[in-house]
């Protein structure tokens, strides 16, 4: 088969590939989509440690079934499909609790670190255990289909703030794709009014266009001010945070309201310091949300129904033999883009 393969840092080659081998559990699938996530522009330098050369990347994918392994039951050939980034084991501690995104055996696709390698959807085909897949709804294309595992992380972060009453107030921070998803996502979710909180003022009509009431940016530095305006001086009851630096996680502190909620999703950062005294004093409940956990069918329920509208974010489709073009692309200017998603 032909796939796109991270030969060395830096380097994409389109080139020939072993078709994988799949197990008795797994289906092989012809893939039709796969987007190209943050993450893999930056494990693409080297600089996560993620993407070991050699390595097939892309964990946001869809496909049509085209060989099932012999203990499958429920798939059949030509099923449309999209499956889970991560490949968990289903009987860990975690995942027992229905955790799955937390499984301490987990093993996300087109990653290769330390630990293991498990190539990716960058390619024409790919095989994934029969757990993680989930059929597509017949009025959902596999270009919007590759977009289901970034709003799943959206909607996962929206319902770690499931106590929320109708028409609370919500910020986002932080407005790349991920943030995107969540206005879309909160305003889905009953939320009142969204303030997304950016680092510059592109993109501007496109976020209200999403749902965002209000567009503030990080730059300019009377965003706690309006913010207090906004809220009638009483801050934001949720914040979801989806930028991960020291000064975004500090802007949520500041602007939350006290007894308020901020959900961590970005994570670019390492480490940040944040203000103790604020954090107690104000009593925040604040908490992190990792990946997705079961979410998976309630994304492509939104999709079908027309409640999320994925298209507004995918800016560019290509064949997957221009991949490293893209790839080059993306790395070198890395803000504002939209979804770039290559079919094979
Ligand atoms: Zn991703
Ligand atoms: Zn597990």
């Not at 906004?230 to 802007?251: C, K, M, P």
Request: include cysteine.
């Amino acid at each position: 088969m032909k796939a796109l393969v991270l030969t060395d840092y830096k380097k994409m080659e389109y080139i020939d590939a072993e078709t994988p081998e799949f197990g008795p559990n797994e289906v092989l699938i012809r893939v039709k989509s796969c987007g190209i996530c943050g993450s893999d522009i930056h494990g693409y330098d080297g600089s996560t440690g993620r993407r070991r050369p050699p390595v097939i990347m892309g964990h946001e994918a869809s496909g049509i079934i085209e060989k099932v392994g012999s203990n499958v039951r429920n798939w059949n050939i030509g099923d449309r499909v999209t499956f889970d980034s991560t490949i968990y084991c289903n009987e860990c501690e975690s995942c027992r609790r229905g955790y799955v995104n937390l499984c301490t055996n987990r093993k996300v696709i087109g990653v290769s670190c330390e630990d293991y390698r498990q190539n990716g959807a960058f390619a024409e085909y790919i095989a994934v255990p029969q757990h993680i897949l989930y059929k597509l709804p017949e009025n959902v294309t596999f270009d919007q289909a590759a977009m289901i595992e970034p709003l799943s992380v959206a909607f996962h972060a929206a319902n770690m703030a499931a106590d929320h009453p109708i028409g609370a107030s919500a910020a986002v921070v932080g407005c790349g794709k991920i943030g995107m998803l969540l206005i879309q996502t909160l305003r889905m979710f009953g939320f009142g009014t969204i303030i997304a909180v950016k680092r510059s003022s592109n993109q501007q009509e496109l976020i209200k266009e999403l749902g965002a009431d209000f567009f503030l940016c990080t730059s300019d530095d009377d965003v706690q001010e309006k913010v207090r305006q906004i809220t009638n001086g009483q801050g934001v009851d949720y914040i979801f945070e989806a930028a991960g630096s020291e000064t975004t996680v500090n802007l949520s502190i500041e602007i939350c309201k006290r007894n308020g909620k901020i959900i961590l999703v970005g994570n670019s950062a390492p480490k940040v310091s944040v203000p103790l005294q604020a954090i107690v004093t104000k009593q925040l409940h604040i908490a992190g949300s990792c990946a997705s956990a079961g979410e998976y069918p309630a994304c492509l329920d939104a999709i079908a129904r027309n409640l999320i509208n994925v298209d507004l974010l995918i800016g560019n489709r290509a064949p997957l033999s221009d991949g490293a073009y893209w790839f080059d692309k993306l790395y070198t200017n890395h803000e504002n883009n939209l979804k770039v998603i290559l079919n094979p």
